[in-house]
Every structure is written in C-alpha cells, then in structure tokens.
C-alpha cells in the first residue's frame, strides 16, 4: 500500500493557547485532500487523593454549556516544557484550584488527547494534602468537590458524572498506582 504523504502545511489559525495547522496531504490513493489539525499547548492533570477521598472540581465550560466535574488541571502553553515546569504546574493548579498543595507528587504517566488534536496530558497523583490557597484566574468559579475514590471512578465510568476523557485516564491511572503501589 501506497504511504500517505504531506505535501505542505502551514498554520491557518494562531492563538495563544491553541493553533490550527491546515496540510495539504496526498492519499494513499492518490487523491489530494486538506486536513486541519488542531495544535493545543499540553497540560497537566492532578489526581489530589487524601485518605480514600479525591478532590475534584466542578466548573461550568463553554464547549458544553454545563458544569463539568474535573480534577484540577491546567495548560502549559505551546511551548516544550520540562518535568520540573510540569510539576511546578501541578502544584500550582492544586493551589488555584482546591486551596491545597501536596507533600507528595508522583507522575503517573502521559497520553495523546486525541488522534485529531495534537496535545499530551501528563497526569500526577499528589498525596499528604495541605493547604495552601491561591488566588484564582479571573472568571474561573470553581466548586470543590470531595467524595470517595472509587464513587469518582465508577461515576465518571458510567456516565452519571458530566466529566471529560481525560478525567476518566486520570482517574484510572491513579486507580492502578494506588491498588498496586511500587515495591509492595
């Protein structure tokens, strides 16, 4: 089978937070097609457990036009960024957004956000809560909402919690580390 090959791209939309590159792309086939690839900065996504409880947020976002209950997450911007800025980043959206930060950080790993949308996620499991609060972004009003681990899973699973993907890998991700932790 023939390869798919990319014949130009350029970007055709340049945002702050986002980019939309359009390719001129040949087929397999032969046929000449564009294609729009969204380029998203990457972002981080901090699974706060205390106990047997997790904290989430629960935000309203414009995509749906309804609250979303999420953990505590945020962008990194366009650019490559470091595992220290990374962490960095995750403490400061426990901070912004659940009012605590953690003794305790641990990546749990990545992922792709999508197979369309050029943007990783990198999930952090934080432990030994503390507080220490931090003044939020303007125009963000978040809830925070602390229940049981497993109900956070099993809500999120079966689709009685509004939440995202990446919530639901997040939360999956945590679930193994914290029913198999290293070394035990």
């Known amino acids: 089978m023939k390869r798919v090959k990319v014949i130009s791209t350029t970007i055709d939309y340049n945002h702050e937070w986002i980019q939309i590159y359009k390719s001129k792309v040949e087929l397999h086939n032969g046929k000449r097609v564009n294609w729009y690839t969204p380029r998203m900065g990457d ?81 952090y499991l934080a432990r030994d809560l503390f507080r220490n609060k931090k003044a939020r972004d303007e125009g963000e009003y978040i809830e925070t909402v602390k229940m049981p681990f497993e109900k956070a899973l099993e ?18 991700m945590a679930k193994r580390v914290l029913e198999h932790p290293r070394g035990k």
């Not at 960095?88 to 990546?107: C, P, T, V």
């Not at 809500?155 to 999956?172: E, F």
């Open 155 to 172: 809500s999120s699973l079966s689709g009685r919690l509004p939440t995202t993907s990446y919530t639901i890998a997040a939360l999956a």
């Open 43 to 123: 972002f981080v996504v901090v699974v706060p457990i205390q106990g047997t409880d997790v904290y989430l947020t629960k935000e309203w976002r414009i995509a749906w036009k309804k609250h979303l209950v999420i953990p505590p997450a945020g962008a990194l911007g366009l650019g490559k960024r470091t595992e220290e800025q990374r962490v960095r980043q995750a403490r400061n959206e426990l901070r912004e957004e659940i009012g605590f930060d953690a003794k305790s950080i641990m990546r749990l790993g990545q992922f792709s956000l999508s197979s369309r949308i050029n943007s990783r996620c990198y999930v």
